[in-house]
């Protein structure tokens, strides 16, 4: 079965997004899904995360520059049918450097394309910088599907209509005709707020089906689960996150047919 790239992007930080690629990945790999995270954001937030060491030389800063290849980044963690390519702090220099080279938009498609060749992994899954710079629009340029994590504030909505015109221009320019909006996630939602059952009924009537039925709950044991360098679904398996991502797996699934 062909390897399918996802991408999570916003570009506005503090809304769930590395929080929903780490554990969006550690649920499909559950689900004995091979699945690779590539963590593109210089922080590399998703790589401690998971319980991996930040190690310079082993991201995609030296593919980037056609030194090595992506496959050999490729970095096993100590849960099954989930691997990891890490970042660095060096991928921060890449934002300029990418920009003064030839195809500058293509460079992650090409970089990723041995990898998404070999069929190694049913998903790819990118993490993106919290920003729209050149790693954020290499990361849709090389996507199939963007995966959208919108917090449940109305502040958050600002930037939706931004993204979603990146992405038509990325089509309209011919850079990358497949790619689609595959699902928008509602994140940090508190049941407990009226403006967060509003904001998630004002984007269900704008993108319907394109919202997926599950919420990511605000919850303690999701911020604290990066600390100890482990995905909800290890940290607290019967907790209210890991049973909401877990669901949203099983939509991801379901609706991208990845069995």
Same mark, same amino acid.
């Given at each position: 079965m062909p390897t399918i790239v996802f991408t999570i992007a916003n570009q506005?930080?503090?809304?769930?997004?590395?929080?929903?690629?780490?554990?969006?990945?550690?649920?499909?790999?559950?689900?004995?899904?091979?699945?690779?995270?590539?963590?593109?954001?210089?922080?590399?937030?998703?790589?401690?995360?998971?319980?991996?060491?930040?190690?310079?030389?082993?991201?995609?800063?030296?593919?980037l520059h056609g030194e090595g290849t992506a496959l050999q980044m490729v970095t096993r963690t100590k849960y099954p049918n989930l691997s990891l390519i890490p970042s660095e702090e060096d991928l921060a220099a890449a934002e300029i450097e990418i920009a003064q080279m030839e195809?500058?938009?293509?460079?992650?498609?090409?970089?990723?394309?041995?990898?998404?060749?070999?069929?190694?992994?049913?998903? &790819?899954?990118?993490?993106? *910088?919290?920003?729209? !710079?050149?790693?954020?629009?290499?990361? %849709? $340029?090389?996507?199939?599907?963007?995966?959208?994590?919108?917090?449940?504030?109305?502040?958050?909505?600002?930037g939706l209509g931004q993204i979603l015109r990146n992405v038509d221009r990325l089509k309209a320019a011919r850079v990358n005709d497949r790619l689609e909006l595959g699902g928008v996630v509602m994140t940090m939602y508190d049941a407990r707020t009226n403006l967060a059952r509003q904001v998630v009924e004002e984007v269900r009537q704008h993108l319907a089906e394109k919202v997926f039925g599950t919420v990511i709950?605000?919850?303690?044991?999701?911020?604290?689960?990066?600390?100890?360098?482990?995905? &909800?679904?290890?940290?607290? *398996?019967?907790?209210? !996150?890991?049973?909401?991502?877990?669901? %949203? $797996?099983?939509?991801?699934?379901?609706?991208?047919g990845l069995k």
């Open positions: 506005k930080g503090g809304v769930g997004k590395t929080t929903t690629a780490v554990n969006l990945a550690a649920a499909l790999a559950e689900n004995k899904i091979r699945t690779l995270l590539v963590d593109l954001d210089p922080q590399a937030n998703a790589t401690s995360a998971i319980g991996v060491e930040k190690k310079a030389g082993k991201s995609l800063y030296g593919p195809n500058y938009l293509g460079k992650l498609h090409a970089v990723l394309e041995p990898v998404r060749s070999s069929e190694r992994f049913r998903v &790819i899954l990118i993490d993106c *910088p919290p920003a729209l !710079g050149m790693l954020s629009m290499n990361s %849709l $340029a090389a996507a199939d599907f963007l995966l959208i994590t919108l917090q449940c504030e109305y502040m958050a909505m600002e709950p605000r919850t303690v044991r999701l911020s604290e689960a990066p600390s100890f360098g482990q995905p &909800i679904t290890v940290y607290d *398996p019967e907790g209210p !996150g890991t049973e909401a991502y877990r669901n %949203l $797996a099983t939509e991801v699934i379901a609706r991208f």
